[in-house]
């Protein structure tokens, strides 16, 4: 999630730094014949920087849902709500289960077997074009 007011500025950031070390990647490899051994800090300090970052992701309203913790998702889309300005929803608001009945812990599998899950998916994928 980013903040509406940073959006813009983290979309531009993103794409301005994956340039800058395509490039840095690119002048390393025509400068230096050991090129591969060079970029082993970058890659390093790219897999550092992901790792913390990741810890600071909250988990999406609809990941939670399919692990039926519904009070985390019901958490999870106030947070979203109060970050965009809108009205949080009321704590005995009642959200869809979609918790599987089969154990399992594949992502891909609870998706496809949950109606409502994959319809959401499906939404939300084509959304973007």
């Given amino acids: 999630f980013t903040l509406p ?28 014949p050991d090129w591969q051994d060079s970029l082993l800090p970058l890659r390093a300090t790219k897999a550092v920087l992901l790792i913390i970052f990741t810890c600071f992701c909250p988990e999406t309203p609809l990941w939670l849902l399919a692990k039926s913790k519904n009070n985390d998702a019901l ?17 005995d608001y009642e959200l869809p289960y979609c918790g599987s009945e089969k ?9 496809y077997n949950n109606n409502i899950l994959y319809d959401a998916i499906m939404k939300l994928s084509f959304a973007w074009f």
Avoid: E, Q, W
């Fill in 5 to 32: 007011d940073v959006g813009a500025i983290a979309n531009v950031l993103s794409g301005t730094l994956f340039t800058l070390g395509s490039s840095l990647a690119s002048l390393l490899a025509y400068n230096y």
């Fill in 75 to 91: 958490k999870s889309l106030n947070f979203v709500a109060k970050i965009n300005g809108n009205k949080p929803l009321s704590r």
């Fill in 103 to 111: 154990s399992s812990d594949n992502p891909i599998t609870i998706i």
